[in-house]
């Protein structure tokens, strides 16, 4: 019994040598597959896809103007201080005759222009209250009138606003 | 090993007490020897206007007269320092009546600013500092200096921020009785002729 176990054991091995001798001098037993599996692009990148990286943040970076160095601050006062930059001396100022105010030559005199603007809005609120609403306006012209002055001849179709205090010098009628 | 770490250890507190001692004495002798203390300015120092209180020991009735020189400032006005240097530039040397009227006619927030500022200092020379006629003055010195700022947080995208400072600036001006001194007006010429005329005076040292 034991003659015989042995005896298929070493029938089997040599059995076995002998197959691989036989593969081995057909070429049969090379090992085909890799013996790790990869990803098949990610190893070996194509030589046209490394010119043409996707444009990026740090592609951009290429191109943009940026300064080399720093600008150091002489360079600085220097531009920041140049006669273009500073505020020129008007010689355009004089005094305003009516009010003595300062002016300047082609505007028109800022107290002066306050008063009538003052003067204006106290006549419109009395037109206001006289009209009592919006799209009141009458067809008719109008005629501001101060204390005790009577409407002359041209004014009597006109509508008359009374203003109770003395005309002020610089509104002729 | 014990030991040697607790010498070590020993060494290494005496040192850092040694350093603390020394920290303190500086601290305690005085601002004068350390720089980086603020202790004499910016708080609770305001030269320019302690410059109003200087007295002179009378004159004598040889000597020519004194100009009376007023010192007037405004602290933490809201706005830059760089912008309101512009405009103290612009009035350096003029009357004090030439300086309001450009003031008047300057569309900038610190030109109505540096104009109360004139008036005032105006007022205070009549009243205080014995100036006889309010248009006698000219401004002297006139300069921006930088105030306190406060800090505050500028969003930017994917959750970046900056830290975005809101400025303040010192405006300082001096006003001297008298008129405007002329500056004298030189032109190209004038400094191209003094240039050449001081390479001609240049001689050579040591020679015979």
């Not at chain 1, 049969?28 to 013996?35: E, G, N, Q, V």
């Not at chain 1, 003595?100 to 609120?125: A, D, P």
């Not at chain 2, 405009?87 to 300086?99: E, F, N, T, V, W």
Request: glycine share 6%; net charge positive.
């Amino acid at each position: 019994m034991m003659n015989l176990a042995g005896l298929i054991v070493s029938l089997r091995g040599s059995l076995q040598r002998i197959e691989m001798r036989l593969l081995k001098a057909a070429g049969l037993d090379a090992h085909w597959a890799p013996a790790l599996a990869v990803n098949g692009p990610g190893l070996l990148p194509q030589p046209d896809q490394e010119q043409q990286q996707s444009p990026g943040l740090l592609d951009s970076i290429m191109w943009m103007a940026a300064p080399k160095s720093r600008r150091t601050i002489e360079v600085n006062r220097t531009r920041r201080r140049s006669e273009r930059k500073l505020i020129k001396v008007k010689n355009n100022i004089e005094p305003c005759p009516e009010c003595g105010h300062l002016k300047q030559k082609h505007v028109l005199c800022g107290f002066c222009y306050n008063k009538v603007c003052r003067e204006t809005s106290l006549i419109r609120q009395q037109i206001n209250a006289m009209e009592g609403g919006p799209l009141r306006a009458p067809t008719v012209e109008t005629v501001v009138l101060y204390e005790g002055e009577m409407p002359k001849e041209e004014d009597k179709d006109k509508r008359i606003v009374e203003r109770p205090r003395k005309r002020p010098a610089w509104f002729s009628y | 090993m014990a030991a040697a770490v607790t010498g070590r250890g020993v060494a290494f507190i005496r040192g850092l007490s040694a350093g603390l001692y020394s920290r303190l004495q500086v601290l305690a002798c005085g601002h004068q020897q350390l720089s980086c203390l603020h202790t004499s300015s910016s708080l609770e120092s305001k030269n320019w206007e302690r410059k109003n209180r200087k007295v002179y020991p009378p004159q004598l009735p040889d000597e020519p007269c004194r100009p009376a020189e007023i010192h007037h400032s405004r602290r933490q006005i809201k706005y830059s320092k760089d912008k309101m240097w512009y405009l103290a530039k612009m009035i350096r040397g003029m009357s004090i009546d030439g300086a309001i009227a450009q003031l008047e006619f300057i569309d900038k927030k610190g030109a109505k600013i540096i104009k109360e500022v004139l008036l005032e200092a105006q007022e205070m020379a009549v009243k205080n500092h014995n100036v006889e006629y309010k248009s006698n003055l000219y401004i002297a010195e006139s300069f921006s200096g930088k105030g306190m700022y406060l800090k505050r947080i500028r969003y930017h995208g994917r959750g970046m921020f900056g830290i975005m400072d809101k400025v303040y600036c010192h405006y300082f001006v001096k006003l001297v009785e008298g008129s405007p001194p002329k500056v004298e007006q030189r032109t190209g010429y004038d400094q191209a002729k003094e240039y050449v005329q001081n390479l001609r005076n240049r001689t050579i040292i040591h020679s015979l």
